[in-house]
């Protein structure tokens, strides 16, 4: 397998044009008509998939999250109306059936010809075989380095991309200006160190006569966004580094950085009690209904609080840092499926290329929330100076993207560390040394599979 550095957003590694800024998602006001032709796109009839007299459907699969299911049903009716020969059949799964099913149909040579997948799931998803390369005719090495960011590389095995995003998102701290003003603070001065994270979050805590949380200073949900928070962003504020250039080593335990960000998380909730897990459901919807003055999210729920809070009276501010700064960067990907070929694969090409145009990267920042992957488009000011997209934007200076190789085992593994601690009164040390050594196993066996191909 190829092996490549896990990317860190700098000077060094975006390049001068792309550094000041990136991506994310958010809620930008926008028209709400049909998609425009997507410059460069063929006109109907044009395309070599349209342009023959075989009709073509391809299967279309993504997860079930509500903005990105509407926004999609109404591109498919637009590519269709560009390419009247070609029908695109979109399915929904859960989330916690989606990878069940494919790993099930997929290999039987049914289910989906292109699909939606999280970036994490692409080591697994490659080396079982569910994918082909994307075809280097539309998406050349070439093309994808200078069109996206660099953090495209991270879907790139033995020098072949497997899947291209269409908008990407970052780590930010979300948090609602009105309990701020309640609590005599300040809305223009969000906590910008971990300290005080801590101090602002005490302060924004209310509890009844029984102890119980009112209001959280901050939303606790480990099994959300505060894994890939610990991973991406407090380790390397810390000091220390995620896992190594080649991929195989995970080095939190390779400085006292891991620990210290280990802790901090764990604290938040067991020792200054500004959040606990599962209040009011979950994170986003504590925060949601006012309940949880602070997050750590993704700018993936902008488009949500849009929706679903509009009147909600919130900001954003960029992750709270400690010696360093950093955030983390995550994407969803297009790929097609393995058995795809012939006319249904130039036509699934087309509908990739559809998926990553400028007007179809800018409406998915305005419906889902997410910013463009790709450079020209992202760095517009009217995405780079917007109030909340800014925020996450400058942030992809100093943002990193874990590499997974078994995603959920990983979050898993985390999430029953967290709670060794916190509800099993396990030592820091003890529960923290568990978590390194089962995650340095899953990479081991991970690679010796590699290796023996």
Known sequence: MHKHKVLRFNRRTAGAAALSIALLLAGCGGSE???????????????????????????YWQYQYPAKVELITKLIADFE?????????????????????????VPAGKGPDIINLYYG?????????????????????????????PFVETAKFNGKYYAIPTAVRTLALFYNKDLFKKAGLDPSKPPATWTELVETGKKLTEKDAKGQFV????????????????????VYQAGGKDISDDRRRILWAESPAGLVAFKYLIDLSLV????????????????????????????????????DAPN??????????YKEKATQVSFWANGITKNVQGKKLEAAAEFLKFLTSREVQEQWVEKVGELPAKKEVALQDKYTKDEKLGPFIGQLDYANAHFFVDEKLEKDYFTEAVDEVVLNAVPYEKAYE?????????YD???????KK
């Open 33 to 59: 008509g049909s998609a425009p032709a997507a410059s460069g796109q063929p006109k109907a009839g044009e395309s070599a998939a349209a342009a023959g007299e075989e009709k073509i459907t391809l299967e």
């Open 81 to 105: 109306k560009l390419h009247p020969n070609i029908t695109v059949k979109q399915t929904n799964f859960p989330y916690d059936q989606y990878n069940e099913k494919v790993a099930t149909l």
């Open 121 to 149: 799931w692409l080591p697994k998803y490659v080396s079982s075989g569910y994918l082909q390369p994307l075809p280097e005719p539309v998406f050349s090495e070439e093309s994808v380095k200078k069109e996206f960011f």
């Open 215 to 234: 209001i959280e200073g901050i939303a606790w949900q480990p099994g959300a966004q505060l894994h890939h928070w610990y991973r991406d962003a407090l």
């Open 272 to 307: 200054h009690k500004i959040g606990t897990k599962d209040f009011y459901t979950d994170d986003i919807t504590a925060f949601k209904t006012g309940h949880a003055a602070m997050n750590i999210d993704g700018s993936f729920q902008l488009g949500g609080l849009k929706k």
């Open 312 to 321: 909600l009276n919130y900001a954003i501010a960029p992750l709270p840092s």
């Open 434 to 442: 568990e978590l390194v050594k089962k995650t340095q196993k899953l």
């Open 445 to 451: 066996d991970y690679w010796a599979k590699q290796d």
